[in-house]
């Protein structure tokens, strides 16, 4: 299995940051427009849910998962944490995201993805 390069590299989570795009009606449709045109050989996330932190206010989550032939997320296990009140609510709106599968030859393929979550205040 392979990491997504995109996921890991460029597409921090950030979804109270991400730049408005005018014809996105919510961050997390801004961040899944981010990603229209990304390659078939990676997951590509059709939807995403942010999580519901109350407390901590800022801080970061790297989770590993692998997303399935359906587009699901599974196995998902955390790397690490900067605090411990976040694994729960992000790894439970991870569990939720939807993707178009990595492809193999045309053949739908699992594919482990990293993905750091960072969370950021909203105002």
Known sequence: MHKISKLTLSAVVTLSSLPLLSSAATIEQDYVDSYRDA???NPVPVAVVAPWISSPKTGEVDLEFVVDTQG?????????????????????AVSEWKFIPAEKNGV????KVILPVRIVPTE
């Open 72 to 92: 699901r997320p599974k196995q998902i296990t955390v790397k690490s944490a900067s605090s411990s009140a976040l694994i729960s609510p992000v790894t439970a």
């Open 39 to 41: 390659h078939r050989g």
């Open 108 to 111: 739908p393929v699992e594919r």
